[in-house]
Structures are given as C-alpha cells and as structure tokens.
C-alpha cells in the first residue's frame, strides 16, 4: 500500500545508516513500534537479512550522503527521518545532502544522533584536527540540522560499547599498548540509545534533548584492563601525552556527561555477554 502523504502513521520512517550498529537496533525498534522502516545504505551488505530485507515492513533503498546521490528518492513520501549514518570523516556534508532532500520534500521532523562533549572540544589546529575532526564534523552537521528549517531533534550520546569493545580489539594486538594519558570515558549501551532514539523520532521535534551517557565513568586504562580480563591477555599500558587543546579538553573530561549517567547497562556486563559470543575466552594465550 502506498503511503499516505499527510499521515505520518501510514508513511515509512526513514533510517539512514540502518545497516550500522546504532541503526539497526534502530530499525528494530521502529519495527516493533508497529512502524514501516526505510533503510537507506550505500550498497547491500551481506548480512543484511538479520535486518529483516524481504521481510514486510522494511524497504532497502540506496543512496551515497557524501556526494547526495539517490537521496531525493530515499527521502521521497517519507515524513519523519532518522539520521544514523556517520563515519569518521565528513557527517557535515552528509548532514548538508540529506536536510537539502528532506526539505524540499517537506519532511516534518528530523531526528539526528551525534555526540556528548562536540561542543566542548576546540578543533583549533591541524593537532586537533588531525587526532578528534569528527567532534568538529559532528558539531558542523548539528548546526545544519538546526538550521534546515526542518523541525528537528539531536541526541548527545557517549561511545557505544561496540565502539570501546572494537578499540580494545585492535589496540589489544600490540604487545604494549600506548594510551593516551588522563583520558576517561563513559560508554553506553548502543540498544539503551537507540529506544531513546526511536522514542524521540515518534514524538514531536524537540531541538536538543538532555545527554545520554553511561552508568560509569572509566579511565581508559580500566576499560582495556576490563577487556584484557575478560579475554585472558596481560599486556603493559603506557600512557602517552597527547598534545592539542582537544586533548586538553578530553583530560579535563569534556566527553563525559556524568550529571547524565543514564545509562543501565555496565561494561562489564556488556563484555560478559558479547566476549564469550565471539568465543574469546578467558583462557586465551596472552
Ligand atoms: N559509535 C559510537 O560510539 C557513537 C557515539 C555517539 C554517536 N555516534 C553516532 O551515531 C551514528 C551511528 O554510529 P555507528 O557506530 O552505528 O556507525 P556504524 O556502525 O559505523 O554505521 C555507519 C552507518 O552509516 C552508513 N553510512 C556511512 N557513510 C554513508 C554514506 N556516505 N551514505 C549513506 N550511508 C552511509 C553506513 O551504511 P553502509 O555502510 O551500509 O552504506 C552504516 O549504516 C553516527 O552518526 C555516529 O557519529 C556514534
């Protein structure tokens, strides 16, 4: 059945960055909620089934944010968007393409996730911009939400746990880990972010909601010990100095929201249950 223009409850949510950790969840939970979903992606991933592709309710479209194109039709008949798509570099341009698409096609509310502390960590030299661009990038994107001219709301979140989870993976692999010194972080559960999210996108626009950030807040080195624990690794951590004034403001805790420890879900519990899902196991060689 076509959708309804005029009728929110009939036209589909679009999801873009569907595919992605925070989207999917997403997806699912708009699902749940009753609601058909658009998934906009650069291109089918393998995998894509666990999202439910063929199955009713959900529709695949694809479109490349970076450069606008098949955005027009991705966003075409829908009313409410909601923006997950992110990368490392560059959500500025994203943001620009897909508020130029949703109002022209009249959207009515866009729901944009970005991140705790862009706000108030400077981007003020090559330095910066070099080691923590994305805060810039996700700030410069929050601003051109704001000023679409589509009524809207953004979400704060901290890292999620898949994000520490994939660091400590990788940084993991060296025999001795350098970590920047004094840095803390307060990791949520990507699930507990997406119900807000989902939440958010059916209510009324709402600008900028309160943060979301974990129960806990975690020097950098007890999250990777956490990690190493849980995996049966031993491995020396040195903490190296970072120069800048983001990472000034990383050390004096500008990533953290802790009056917005909102989060229920631990690291330790997250690493207890996803760990021993990917068969790493306390018993590994270290
Ligand atoms: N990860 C964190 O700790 C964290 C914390 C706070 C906020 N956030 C924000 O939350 C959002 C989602 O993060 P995530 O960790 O779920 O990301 P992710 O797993 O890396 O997924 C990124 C998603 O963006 C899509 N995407 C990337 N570039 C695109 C482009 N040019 N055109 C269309 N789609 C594109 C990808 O789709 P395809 O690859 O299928 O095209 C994928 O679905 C991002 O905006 C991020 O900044 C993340």
Same mark, same amino acid.
């Given at each position: 059945m076509q959708p309804r223009i005029g009728d929110a409850a009939a036209s589909p949510i679009l999801v873009t960055g569907g595919t992605g950790t925070l989207g999917r969840l997403v997806v699912a939970g708009l699902r749940d909620a009753g609601r058909d979903v658009r998934v906009l992606s650069r291109g089918r991933r393998q995998g894509g089934e666990d999202l439910g592709e063929g199955a009713t309710g959900i529709e695949f479209v694809t479109g490349d944010l970076a450069t606008g194109e098949g955005i027009e039709a991705a966003v075409d008949g829908t009313e409410i968007i909601v923006h997950c798509a992110g990368g490392a570099k560059g959500d500025e341009d994203k943001a620009r393409h897909l508020v130029r698409a949703a109002s022209r096609a009249g959207a009515h509310h866009l729901v944009y996730i970005s991140v705790v502390g862009d706000d108030r960590i400077p981007i003020a030299s090559g330095v910066d911009r070099a080691m923590f661009g994305y805060f810039g990038s996700k700030l410069a994107a929050e601003r051109i939400v704001a000023d679409s001219g589509v009524p809207w709301t953004t979400l704060h979140a901290t890292q999620f746990y898949d994000l520490t989870l994939m660091t400590a993976q990788q940084i993991a692999k060296l025999p001795v880990i350098p970590i920047p010194a004094g840095f803390r972080f307060q990791p949520i559960d990507a699930g507990e972010v997406a119900a807000r999210l989902v939440e958010l996108a059916l209510g009324t626009p709402a600008g900028l909601v309160p943060d979301m950030?974990?129960?806990? =807040?975690? +020097?950098?080195?007890?999250?990777?010990?956490?990690? !190493?624990?849980? =995996?049966? +690794?031993?491995?020396?951590?040195?903490?190296?100095? !970072?120069?800048?004034?983001?990472?000034?403001?990383?050390?004096?805790g500008a990533n953290l929201a802790p009056d917005r420890a909102v989060g229920r879900r631990t690291w330790e519990d997250f690493l207890a249950e996803r760990v021993s899902s990917l068969g790493e196991s306390s018993q590994a060689a270290a």
């Open positions: 950030a974990g129960p806990r =807040v975690y +020097k950098m080195a007890d999250l990777l010990r956490g990690y !190493l624990r849980a =995996v049966g +690794k031993r491995r020396p951590i040195i903490p190296v100095w !970072l120069p800048g004034k983001a990472a000034r403001a990383f050390r004096a």
